[in-house]
Nanobody, 122 residues
Framework: VQLVESGGGLVQPGGTPRLSCTASGFAFNYYSLGWFRQAPGKEREGVACHSRSGTSNYADSVKGRFTISRDNGKNTVYLQLDDLKPEDTAVYFC?????????????????WGQGTQVTVPS
């Protein structure tokens, strides 16, 4: 099983990068997917998730600015980040859970990527 994130980097405030996470080694379309982030000295927090049923859920802090989507044909989940702020600076992880409905609780997730750094200077 492998999840590989890409698309991070140094982004100016208000920037609009898109993170990608490509998976292999499991039945991608049967899994719910999530994006999480962890800032220095803070706990990992759920940002967005996409259920295998098709529904999505977002943390209040990113609602209206971030959009999660998936392409089952490419085994890839995306996170579009809009209107970035310095407080969005973190390592962003994608994860997969064998559940019908997704959650922003990291405990639900079995498989994790290695993370990609997003830095938004103040």
């Amino acid at each position: 099983v492998q999840l590989v994130e890409s698309g991070g980097g140094l982004v100016q405030p208000g920037g609009t990068p898109r993170l990608s996470c490509t998976a292999s080694g499991f039945a991608f379309n049967y899994y719910s997917l999530g994006w999480f982030r962890q800032a220095p000295g803070k706990e990992r927090e759920g940002v967005a998730c996409h259920s295998r049923s098709g529904t999505s859920n977002y943390a209040d802090s990113v609602k209206g600015r971030f959009t999660i989507s998936r392409d089952n044909g490419k085994n890839t989940v995306y996170l579009q980040l809009d209107d970035l702020k310095p407080e969005d600076t973190a390592v962003y992880f994608c994860a997969a859970a064998s559940a019908l409905y997704c959650s922003l609780d990291p405990v639900q997730y079995s498989y994790w990527g290695q993370g990609t750094q997003v830095t938004v200077p103040s």
